[in-house]
């Protein structure tokens, strides 16, 4: 029987024979996972845990001696390789016995230095190779989210809204930014998330205004906004929410910014469905939010794809070239930010069907933390 990683190659060398390639090489990390199964994490960018090479017909795994137990476990239908002699030479060895000609690799993850190796070996070894970079190769067959991906994908979310309600009862004035981050991923730890989407945002005030903010010192007071930016990694697959909240009584202005937040929030996703520009959708959030006072404050894309990765294709921006189709798995968190007065952002992850969108999160978007216990 055929698993879903089965289905994956095969879609995969499919686009290898439109692109008349013989193999690609495969390195990034959530491209290795999702082809292989493969959960070994790397170091860093030129410190990879294993190389996928995959051709027509064959297929392997390279990886060094610290991984290879891992990867033999978890990868039971791939050819594991030791890399004795690094993984440029094991690729060139390969590719050379597979008598491989036209190779694709992976553009955005190989450096620069790991290039100049292979070429250096493939010289050597299997000068009959010529590489080609390839983009968005393995990116493109994870657009459409399968039953399986979408199911891990709410249990990452369910965790994180659990999480965030532990949260909320232990948000108090007088906590740092800092401290309240903790507790949110103390809360999503405890409950079983794998690690974190990122690091946690809790901005409060003035702070709230920077859209990417980082935990600091600043002390959370009374009335002023607190914007929270969450996720849960599980099973591979991770969530995405934002929340503004309030401790005691906000201002007006604080007020109009939530309600023109959530009112652009709801069009866009009213107007999500299957074969709706991915442009047109961030058009109807921004134009709602430019009618009103708050003209130009709303200054970052609509939204992204999740998945594997927290962020990756389709984006919803003003500038998208992509048609959303059923299956796709995307936020929506338009936001208002004033700089030097805090800043509003809500976002909810949304599953594109044929007909609308549906919102798999389960928790209110109110300002009010006691909202969030009823």
């Known amino acids: 029987m055929e698993t879903e990683i089965d289905t994956r190659v095969s879609g995969l060398r499919k686009e290898l024979e439109l692109r008349r390639l013989d193999a690609v090489i495969v390195l990034i990390e959530e491209n ?23 051709g027509r017909q064959k297929k392997s795994l ?45 553009s955005s993850g190989f450096t620069y230095e790991r290039h100049s190796r292979l070429c250096r070996k493939l010289r050597d070894t299997a000068p009959e190779v010529r590489l080609e970079a390839c983009s ?32 909320l009862e232990k948000l108090k004035p007088g906590m740092t930014e800092k401290q309240a ?16 989407s990122f690091e946690p945002i809790v901005a409060a005030g003035p702070n709230s205004a920077l859209p990417h903010a980082r935990p600091g010192s600043r002390v ?30 906000p201002d007006r202005k604080f007020l109009e910014m939530f309600s023109t937040v959530k009112q652009a929030q709801q069009k ?19 134009e709602f939010i430019d009618a009103g006072p708050f003209k130009g404050k709303f200054f970052h894309g609509l939204g992204h794809g999740t998945g594997l990765a927290v962020h990756e294709q389709p984006r919803l921006g003003s500038r998208s070239a992509f048609s959303l189709k059923e299956g796709m798995l995307v936020t929506v968190e338009p936001g208002i930010y004033l700089p030097g007065w805090g800043g509003v952002r809500l976002e909810n992850q949304v599953l594109v069907t044929r007909e609308d969108g549906r919102v798999l999160n389960r928790l209110p978007i109110s300002w009010n933390p006691e909202d969030y216990f009823v």
């Open 220 to 249: 959370i007071r009374e009335g002023e906004p607190v914007l929270c930016d969450w996720g849960a990694r599980l099973d591979g697959y991770c969530s995405d929410t934002s929340r503004t909240v309030v401790l005691g009584r």
């Open 268 to 286: 866009a996703i009213a107007g999500i469905r299957q074969g709706r520009k991915a442009s047109d959708v961030d058009r109807l959030a921004r």
């Open 32 to 54: 290795r996972y999702y082809l292989s199964g493969f959960s070994a994490k790397n170091a860093l960018p030129d410190e990879v845990a294993g190389v996928l090479l995959l």
């Open 136 to 167: 968005d190769l393995v990116e493109n067959l994870r657009l459409i989210k399968s039953d399986q991906e979408i199911r891990a994908t709410c249990r990452a979310l369910e965790t994180a809204e659990q999480a965030f309600t532990i949260f």
């Open 62 to 106: 390279i990886t060094n001696s610290i991984y290879l137990e891992q990867a033999r476990a978890e990868c039971a239908n791939w050819q594991t390789v030791l890399a004795d002699d690094g993984f440029e030479h094991s690729l060139a060895v390969l590719l050379k016995q597979w008598n491989a000609g036209r190779v694709g690799f992976e």
């Open 181 to 196: 981050a903790w507790e949110l991923e103390k809360a999503m730890r405890e409950l079983g998330a794998d690690s974190m």
